[in-house]
């Protein structure tokens, strides 16, 4: 049994930043994808961005380009979503999600295993 749990999120100011983190214990990460999605209030859940079991290969939504990034360390079992210039409509609670597949996952039903999430929010 796979369990992820996500820690990292927090009030932040507009332009700051914030690392979110996903830990897994049960199984190494190595063996996963794993992907970050996110739910504002009231809205449905979104894409942010994805990582292969090997790390080597990413992708980030176009809402998040050039602003955040998804890295993994095996070694300690880790997940990161670096976020910088942090805005308010990035503001939503963030989940990280493995998958059983060697290849990065873009939609919520690809993945088997789910975080209980992280609150973000950024003030104007």
């Known amino acids: 049994q796979v369990h992820l749990i996500e820690s990292g999120g927090g009030l932040v100011q507009a332009g700051g930043s914030l690392r979110l983190s996903c830990a897994a214990s049960?199984?190494?990460?190595?063996?996963?994808?794993v992907g970050w999605f996110r739910q504002p209030s009231e809205k449905a859940r979104e894409f942010v961005a994805a990582?292969?079991?090997?790390?080597?290969?990413?992708h980030h939504a176009a809402s998040v380009e050039g602003r955040f990034t998804i890295s993994k360390d095996s070694a300690k079992n880790l997940v990161f979503l670096q976020m910088n210039n942090l805005q308010p409509e990035d503001t939503a609670v963030y989940f990280c999600?493995?998958?059983?597949?060697?290849?990065?996952?873009?939609?919520?039903?690809?993945?088997?295993?789910w975080g209980q999430g992280t609150q973000v929010t950024v003030s104007s």
């Open positions: 999600a493995a998958r059983t597949s060697q290849f990065k996952g873009y939609f919520d039903y690809e993945y088997n295993y």
């Open positions: 990582i292969s079991a090997s790390g080597g290969s990413t």
């Open positions: 049960g199984t190494a990460l190595s063996d996963y994808s």
